[in-house]
């Protein structure tokens, strides 16, 4: 590592913290609350600030029915804000951080470092150790992955966004046509760019209008960071990129390159110039903003995606409550040529963004209580299935969800996870993954076999039978073609927050953001010209410079995560 990280807080000083400390925000004196405190079964009311990097517009102020649940088990309300937008937290914890102020609880995603090196975050280690036996228990041998650097070895945040042991049984990614398109085309086969533009064109031209509006046969998001998920992304997965962000790391040398100097995503690119130069790809897909982009697909024209799930969901729900299941999306595993495999299905282990508790909370003790009490087995089925006897039963032993719920989980899905709090509070705590089963023999999360295929609709399993699939995973290379990944998440690995790095990282982001559009955009003959351009200026910026950093964090990491000695 280079040494830009802080020293760890001191355990003497943290011990000191833990003895003083008074309730975060609840009444009464320090020695009251530090004997409640000592109790495992400590359930006085407490309220516990928290901010979160990602949006959450279905935040019910925890009157939702897991909510009610979580404060009458544990005590604990969350007083709650989150990002709004989509800017990943980066505004309002560069101004926490400027300004020392912090919030009890706090999900910071990849600003993470900022607070570490502002000496805003706590070291869970001792905490975890004492006070928290189901994270001790679900994180076991993967605790040096939680660990910040070989250089500073606090924990400074609980991974939360991912699961333990996640088995995959779906697929969300990929590129995507709808359901319709495939129906009225014979369900193709669909592997190559090429063929998902061979399809696109052919039902455009017979089918040019949705609704008396002109189809639109691909659009993008290159809204703000979005432009990753919809544009740049997609070079790298369609030529054997390993989702590790900004860069393609070689898994044999461990060096890392912006991926976008690959010779192979050029060509991912110029395919993309070559679908607007053809009409085919929406003329407004840089300029447009997030909402616009929704409204496109939500009016049901939009036939192509290039995109996750998570990513356009909310446009796809108003379809499904209006009853257009068929104008919503099949999933396919789409690169430059069948010599690439799509790496969706490939394990980082236990990694990820996580939570954190801050220097500003007076009780760390019941903080991280409470995210253990939310990691026990009855914290993550309540999280995952919600309250028995209103989003499930349970039938000789197994839990159910009754039809009535199912649909209105599966076509009214804002309404449905603001009423339950499903979905709400899974960063709030260690889960296991998919597939992974509780002392009942129940799955812990409702994402298996069975229930995926329960949930989806008429028009998915029409199409998945075509394609003589049971689920949209069947499509897709398998985990078990794939390594599991020596470094983990790369986008949740913390890189220096002082030095030239994040100067050299925004000069390249806007060289990014600034020439990929006019690259797609160029005339045919002009692409070349304009892509040259854009590796120069990306070296010019100091793109090499960083890469070197950037290899040798890598190579750090990994020997973290896996005990080698990497040179």
Request: a negative charge; hydrophobic letters at 35%.
């Amino acid at each position: 590592m280079n040494g830009n990280y802080p020293k760890k807080l001191g355990t003497v000083l943290l011990a000191s913290t833990l003895l003083l400390s008074a309730g975060c925000s609840s009444s009464g004196s320090n020695s009251e609350n530090t004997e409640k405190v000592s109790s495992s079964e400590d359930t006085s009311p407490v309220t516990l600030t928290f901010f979160g990097a990602d949006a959450s517009p279905s935040w019910n102020k925890m009157q939702d029915d897991v909510g009610k649940e979580i404060t009458a088990n544990t005590g604990v309300t969350l007083s709650a804000e989150f990002d709004v937008g989509s800017g990943g937290g980066q505004d309002k914890i560069s101004l926490m951080a400027a300004s020392g102020e912090y919030p009890d609880l706090i999900y910071a995603k990849g600003e993470l470092g900022k607070l570490v090196d502002a000496e805003a975050i706590v070291d869970l280690t001792d905490l975890i150790d004492k006070y928290a036996p189901n994270i001790k228990k679900i994180m076991s041998e993967n605790m040096n992955r939680m660990r910040y650097s070989n250089d500073d070895q606090a924990i400074y945040a609980i991974p939360t966004n991912v699961g333990v042991d996640q088995q995959f049984f779906d697929a969300d990614s990929g590129f995507q046509v709808q359901h319709r398109v495939l129906k009225e085309l014979g369900y193709p086969q669909i592997k190559t760019v090429q063929d998902f533009e061979n399809v696109l064109k052919e039902y455009t031209v017979k089918h040019p209008t949705t609704d008396g509006q002109p189809n639109i046969p691909l659009t993008l998001n290159a809204d703000d960071w979005k432009i990753m998920i919809t544009v740049t992304n997609q070079a790298a997965a369609t030529t054997g990129g390993a989702n590790d962000g900004e860069y393609y790391v070689d898994p044999e040398t461990y060096e890392a390159i912006l991926h976008y100097k690959r010779p192979e995503e050029r060509e991912y690119f110029r395919w993309l110039n070559h679908m607007y130069n053809e009409g085919l790809l929406d003329k407004d897909s840089f300029v447009q903003q997030d909402d616009q982009y929704k409204a496109k697909i939500s009016s049901g024209r939009v036939l192509g995606l290039t995109s996750v799930e998570w990513e356009y969901q909310d446009a796809e729900n108003a379809l499904k409550a209006s009853g257009k299941d068929d104008y919503t999306y099949a999933h396919f595993p789409v690169t430059m040529g069948e010599q690439y495999k799509d790496h969706a299905m490939q394990s980082i282990g236990v990694d990820g963004y996580g939570i954190s508790i801050t220097t500003a909370c007076k009780d760390p003790v019941r903080a991280i209580k409470f995210i253990d009490w939310l990691s026990s087995e009855k914290g993550q089925v309540l999280r995952n299935w919600g309250v028995e006897g209103k989003q499930y039963q349970v039938e000789n032993g197994k839990r159910v969800i009754p039809d009535d719920v199912l649909k209105q989980k599966v076509n009214d899905a804002a309404n449905f996870t603001m009423q339950s709090g499903i979905g709400l509070y899974s960063i709030f705590g260690v889960r296991y993954g998919d597939g992974v089963k509780d002392s009942t023999g129940n799955y812990y999360t409702t994402n298996f076999p069975e229930q995926i295929v329960a949930s989806y609709s008429d028009a998915e399993k029409e199409t998945l039978a075509a394609y003589k699939a049971k689920t949209w995973k069947d499509l897709f290379p398998g985990e078990d073609e794939f390594p599991v990944k020596e470094w983990g998440a790369l986008y949740n690995m913390q890189v220096p927050t002082d030095g030239d790095y994040q100067v050299i990282y925004q000069k390249t982001q806007d060289i990014v953001r600034k020439r990929i559009p006019e690259a797609v955009l160029a005339k045919t003959a002009e692409f070349d010209t304009v892509y040259d351009e854009f590796i120069e200026e990306l070296n010019k910026a100091g793109a090499e410079k960083m890469e070197k950093q950037y290899t040798d964090l890598v190579k750090a990491r990994t020997s973290l995560f896996t005990g080698k000695s990497i040179k």
